[in-house]
């Protein structure tokens, strides 16, 4: 019973490139949720989707940072021109229904570094 | 203020001895109550949820709620040098979905 599934778990980019994050949640999961732990910092919500839909992304920065959930295929979390600031890990969560009483699972997490 | 604060650690501990974890929240509209454990370089792993006050135990950890102290805190029994880790508080609102995490406090069990 495959857990959430995230890949590449290491990505190194130089400063203006692209990356490109993705996340494949639990089967059965139809919620999937992006956080960054940003070094000796807590985790931080940055967007939640469903299938096809971005539910919030309130906590994405407004600029560079996308993300999706397409009706076939992982989840992406899309970060164009990154720069330093954005080496952090970037963890996937997913949970079966919506609704503040689900548990949330967590990936294995991408770790970007920017040099 | 923070919206979830935890006790800043670190905390050491004895094998055996019990850890005791405190947690803190701001939103009186908080529903659900999380503790996740982070080794050092990995992923969060849920370790217990609860939504109600009072107490919920599994096997050697304790949860404990209390909603009108906006408190919440984690017992370890049994300590074991397996244990030494970052321990996560998470908190959910009553309409929403989105954790709200606190910075974690790590516990070292010493053999």
């Known amino acids: 019973n495959a857990g959430v599934m995230q890949n590449p778990r290491h990505l190194v980019r130089r400063r203006g490139q692209e990356a490109r994050l993705r996340c494949s949640p639990m089967k059965g999961h139809s919620h999937v949720y992006w956080y960054r732990q940003l070094p000796e910092e807590g985790l931080k919500f940055m967007v939640y989707l469903q299938k096809e839909n971005i539910i919030d992304e309130s906590g994405m920065p407004k600029e560079r940072f996308s993300a999706e959930f397409p009706k076939e295929g992982p989840s992406i979390l899309r970060i164009q021109q990154v720069v330093r600031g954005d080496s952090a890990a970037y963890f996937c969560?997913?949970?079966?229904?919506?609704?503040?009483?689900?548990?949330?699972?967590f990936g294995p997490g991408t770790r970007l570094t920017v040099l | 203020q923070k919206e979830v604060e935890q006790n800043s650690g670190p905390l050491s501990v004895p094998e055996g001895a019990i850890a005791s974890l405190n947690c803190t929240y701001s939103?009186?509209?908080?529903?659900?109550f999380f503790w996740y454990r982070q080794y050092s370089g990995k992923s969060p792993e849920l370790i217990m949820s609860?939504?109600?006050?009072g107490d919920k135990e599994d096997g050697r950890f304790t949860a404990q709620l209390n909603k009108a102290s906006q408190y919440v805190s984690l017992l370890i029994r049994d300590s074991q040098p397996s244990d030494s880790a970052t321990y996560l508080c998470?908190?959910?609102?009553?309409?929403?979905?989105?954790?709200?995490f606190g910075a974690g406090t790590t516990v070292t069990v010493r053999a």
């Open positions: 939103d009186r509209g908080s529903q659900s």
């Open positions: 969560a997913s949970s079966p229904l919506k609704g503040a009483d689900n548990e949330q699972f």
């Open positions: 609860i939504y109600s006050n």
């Open positions: 998470a908190v959910n609102h009553r309409n929403d979905y989105k954790l709200s």
